[in-house]
């Protein structure tokens, strides 16, 4: 049971335009969103994370929307950038602030092209 | 900030044999840590949650016996792959928990175990 889904498996973008990373989840108890940035044979890394108590939350190039109603979030990176080709993971928790298990998505392959 | 030192970062073992992955929270104490498994072009997918001084809980379909978990120390937890067959090469990879924190979750780096 994929309780976090990303649809896209893959990602092509050029380079200065916006990308467009979507997640949906299934749990109505998930309060806490985070998206993760991962290279091959490395850990995650964290980029930017959202309250159920928002839909907008904002970083530099990467601004988060929720739409809880359709049980959405989606991760936007302008400009983009070739150092951004990565895979991107969306995750989901019961509560925030750490101590409680994350549920991650399927992961979006994101490249950006010259 | 939050670093989480992961070890080995690779190793090869041949079947039947053990092998121990370790993950040390360098700057925080953490009170809890996660222990991950991701298969190629697949999710992260949570084995175990372990909260230090207390017996890992581990997730439907995780072998606890296969996959021992120690979390001794606020700074050290410790995955144990035990008797290791082919199927059990993967990325492992643990993350640790900062309470308090709005984003309390740092990965490692992870270690890519073959078994052959």
């Known amino acids: 049971d994929q309780q976090v889904k990303q649809n896209s498996p893959s990602l092509s973008v050029q380079e200065g335009r916006i990308s467009i990373l979507n997640c949906d989840y299934t749990?109505?108890?998930?309060?806490?969103f985070l998206w993760y940035k991962k290279y091959p044979a490395e850990g995650p890394t964290f980029l930017i994370s959202i309250s159920s108590i928002k839909d907008k939350n904002e970083d530099g190039r990467f601004t988060v929307f929720l739409n809880k109603s359709a049980k959405h979030l989606s991760l936007h990176i302008v400009p983009s950038q070739p150092g951004d080709s990565a895979v991107y993971f969306c995750a989901a928790s019961a509560r925030a602030g750490g101590g409680n298990k994350l549920t991650f998505g399927t992961g979006t392959q994101l490249k950006v092209e010259l | 900030g939050a670093v989480v030192s992961q070890h080995p970062s690779r190793v090869i073992c041949k079947s039947g044999t053990s092998v121990k992955i370790e993950c040390r929270s360098l700057d925080f104490q953490a009170t809890t840590m996660f222990w991950y498994r991701q298969f190629p072009k697949q999710s992260l997918m949570l084995m175990a949650t372990?909260?230090?001084?207390?017996?890992?809980?581990?997730e439907q379909g995780v072998e606890k016996d296969k996959f021992l978990i120690n979390h001794a120390s606020l700074t050290l937890s410790t995955l144990t792959v035990t008797s290791a067959h082919p199927e059990d090469s993967s990325f492992y990879i643990c993350?640790?928990?900062?309470?308090?924190?709005?984003?309390?979750?740092?990965f490692g780096s992870g270690t890519r175990l073959t078994v052959v």
């Open positions: 993350s640790a928990s900062r309470q308090g924190y709005n984003y309390g979750y740092t």
């Open positions: 372990s909260n230090e001084g207390s017996k890992a809980t581990y």
């Open positions: 749990n109505s108890m998930f309060d806490y």
